[in-house]
Structures are given as C-alpha cells and as structure tokens.
C-alpha cells in the first residue's frame, strides 16, 4: 500500500523536473537566439525599398603591387560580387610591383561579375610597370588629371642600372608581357599596338595623352566628377555584353586592408624580407658562437621564420640566397685567415649580388634596393667578421679551471732531485707537486721553474733564470 501511494507522487516529480528541464532548455535556446539577432550588424535600408540605393566598393592600391596587396584586392572584389555592388572602384598610385602579384590582381578583374573601375587619382600619381598592366584590364580606366601611366618594359637592373642580357631571352620576356597584355586589351575595346609600345618601347603616357590614344575611357578632377560621367554609362565586359551603369545616389563601402595584411605586406617587401633574412641568419650566428644570451638567438630565429613566410609569397631566386650564403662564408673565412681584407671584400660583393638576384621579377624590375643591398652586406661583414675573431681569440685564452691552468705557471724548487731521472718537489699554486726537469737539466733547491707539461700527478717544469 505504501509503494502503491509513493509511486504516482515519484512519476509527478520526475514529470515535473523533466517539464522544467526542457522549459530551462527552450530559455536557453531563445535566449541565444536573439543575442544572436541582436549581434548581427543592422541592414542598411534605404527611403525605396523598390530601388535601392547601388552599391560602390572602394579599393585602394598603394606603393608596390606585392602579393598581400594581391590578396586584399581579390578579397575585396570577391566580396563585392557576394554583396551585388553596382561597381568596384580601386584608386591606384604605385610604381608597379611583382609580375605574380600583378597577374592575380587582374584575374580578379577580369573574372568579375560586378564591373571594375581604376582610377589613377590623386593629382601626381602614376601607374607605371605593373599599374599600366591593372589600369587597361579594368572595365572603365580613368585617370586624373596631372598623372601619368606606361613605362611597362620588362627589365632587368643591377645597382639601379639595366643590365643587357641574352637577346633571345629579352625577346623572351617582351614577347609574354605583350601577348599577355593583348590577350585582354583587344576585348577591352582599347587601342592594342599603343598599348604594346608601352612594353615594346618603355612609352609612358599623360592623361591626356592616354585618353587621345584610346587606353584609357576617361579623365575625371575627382571622385566625384568620375561617377557623374560613370552614371549611365554603357560599358562593354570582357564577353561582349553591354552593361549600363546606374550609379545615381550611391553608397559608398570603403575596404581596407586588415591588421594582418598591413603587418604581413610589409614583410614581403623585397627590402624588408632582404633585411628580415640576414638579421635572422645574424641572430642565430650569434647565439652559436655566444651561447647563452638567448636574446639573439630567440629574435633571429622570429626574423628567420618571418623571411621564410615571406619567401613563401616572393618570386626568390635560387641563386640569391646561393650567393648571400657565400658571402656569410667568406667573411668568417676573413675573421680566420690573415687575407688582408680580400675575402672580407669578397664578402660583401657576394651579399651586395645575392640581394640584387634574390627576387626575379623580370617583367616588373622590382628587387632589393641597391642602396639597402650595401648598407646591409657592409655592416654584417664587418659584425661576422668581429664576432668570429672574438671566437678565435677566446680559443687561445689560458684554460681557467682543471689540470690545463697549471700550464705556464711560475714555481719554486723546495727538494731538488736527489739523482738524475728522479723527480724534485717543487711549490707551484700553493701546493707541492713531484716535478720532473728536462733532460740533462738540474734543478737545485729555491730555483724558479715554469710548468710546461700536465702528466697525472707530475709536472714537467724548466728553469727559469735566477732564483728567488
């Protein structure tokens, strides 16, 4: 009778804790629900629902084309045609950059949904090298007024000079870059052989001179004055279809690049992955031949593994870093040898031509400035050489522990030998040690000896002159 009355109440407490059980778990669950609604970012609404207001992304490229720049570029554009913008405008002012770097950025134009727009702007910029290549792939090319664009021959330079090389290997080159060149100018609608002169002849154009000549749509004072000459413009993409843009009241989504590519773009910089690199191998040098500071050996090595991350992205020459590796043995080689500076020379010329093969960017001309190239090969030989001669140096200090610091040490006879062969007593670091002299030498009580030679507990000793 009892279980039969204690059972129904058990069943209702075990019913109520599995209700409130799940009323706890549907809580929680609307509960991380709308902090979930409340933490996504706030649509923009616009006064016409109808016809919203079209979209512009805007895209900066500045200084050199390198491969971070590439990857903020792509993503950039990539999330503009996630998000339907009506255009992608990329201002550009740079000297050119890296041939890799270049190509992905205009495989991202060309394979854009969303039309491109370059605009080589402000006042005083340019797009030399590679921007000349990224301006005509660009659906609409606009430049400022008092910019200037071209001078995209593929060159190679040494001490910022150009460098004759193979005339069949110039061909080469000149050839890939114009046939690249053409491969999307012609579809573009753009003057091709005016266009090709710029590799062909090293031609650099004005604004003017570019929007005469057909490379360019046109020239606009600003930001503002582009896109009033862009809305209702018809454009033709790379497949022939015609696209009319309507860019009346637009808003404006400004993309820059993130933490991580400003750090990392800095990095690949040929200059800075030169510098990176020998202060890394500089590091661990140090730690090695001064073991226990730790300090250099642990920045070293970030600077080592930074170089590597970098020579992951950068077109590095083989060579190059043959050649800087041969310097970093002849100014060791120096330190060691009495060469009378001919290796230490040797040194810095092998660093100086390693920095300036170290990236091959033919096309482009972009590599590690001279000027850094020296300073740098200049103050590691002369540290390379200091430290390996310290090193040397310390190898020829007397030993100051263990039988070996015996050696040289002054002492006094105290009981000569009592025949020849026999060995004598002598007091030498404050202690008496059995001590044989040389051969057909005698020692006689209270004379000075030096110690030479270490045997178990015998010393080998020569007289010195006088006595104490």
């Known amino acids: 009778m009892h279980r039969r009355m204690t059972f129904p109440a058990w069943r209702r407490r075990l019913t109520s804790a599995r209700e409130l059980a799940a009323a706890a778990i549907a809580l929680l669950i609307l509960f991380s629900l709308a902090v979930a609604f409340f933490s996504l970012p706030s649509p923009a609404y616009s006064d016409a629902p109808s016809a919203p207001n079209p979209k512009i992304v805007e895209l900066r490229i500045e200084d050199e084309i390198e491969p971070l720049m590439a990857e903020y570029v792509a993503r950039g554009i990539a999330q503009a045609n996630d998000q339907d913008a009506a255009l992608i405008l990329i201002t550009m002012n740079t000297p050119g950059g890296l041939e890799t770097s270049m190509r992905d950025i205009i495989h991202s134009i060309l394979t854009s949904k969303v039309p491109v727009c370059v605009f080589v702007s402000p006042t005083g910029s340019r797009a030399a090298s590679a921007g000349f290549f990224i ?7 606009a430049m400022s007024p008092g910019t200037e664009t071209g001078a995209a021959s593929p060159i190679l330079e040494f001490g910022g000079e150009p460098v004759k090389i193979d005339e069949t290997l110039n061909k080469k080159i000149i050839n890939d870059a114009t046939a690249y060149l053409r491969s999307y100018v012609e579809k573009r609608g753009r003057n091709v052989d005016l266009a090709a002169s710029a590799v062909t002849d090293a031609k650099a154009f004005s604004d003017k001179e570019a929007l005469d000549g057909k490379l360019i749509d046109l020239v606009a004072s600003s930001k503002d004055d582009l896109l009033n000459k862009l809305n209702g413009r018809q454009i033709t993409r790379l497949d022939g279809a015609t696209f009319t843009l309507s860019l009346a009241n637009p808003s404006f989504s400004a993309i820059g690049m993130t933490s991580r590519e400003k750090f990392l773009s800095r990095i690949v910089q040929p200059d800075a992955f030169f510098i990176l690199l020998i202060l890394g191998v500089l590091g661990i040098y140090i730690e090695f031949t001064h073991p226990g500071l730790f300090a250099p050996g642990v920045f070293g090595a970030i600077c080592f593994l930074l170089a590597l991350y970098a020579m992951q992205l950068l077109p590095v020459s083989f060579a190059g870093v043959l050649l800087i590796v041969c310097s970093l043995v002849l100014f060791v080689l120096e330190a060691k040898y009495p060469a009378h500076g001919v290796l230490g020379v040797g ?10 093969f170290l990236i091959k960017t ?55 030998p009592k025949a020849a062969g026999e060995a004598a007593m002598v007091f030498v670091h404050g202690e008496l040690w059995r001590a044989l002299p040389p051969r057909e030498k005698t020692l006689a009580k209270g004379e000075r000896v030096r110690v030479k030679k270490v045997a178990g507990l015998t010393l080998e000793v020569e007289p010195l002159e006088g006595k104490s």
């Open 362 to 416: 033919p096309m482009t001309g972009m590599g590690v400035n001279p000027a850094i190239a020296l300073g740098v090969a200049l103050g590691m030989g002369a540290i390379v050489i200091f430290l390996m001669r310290l090193v040397l140096k310390s190898y020829r200090w007397k030993t100051a522990t263990g039988k070996e610091e015996m050696i040289g040490e002054v002492g006094e006879v105290v009981e000569p």
């Open 135 to 141: 301006l005509l792939s660009a659906d609409v090319a």
């Open 347 to 356: 040194g810095v010329i092998a660093m100086l031509l390693g920095a300036l």
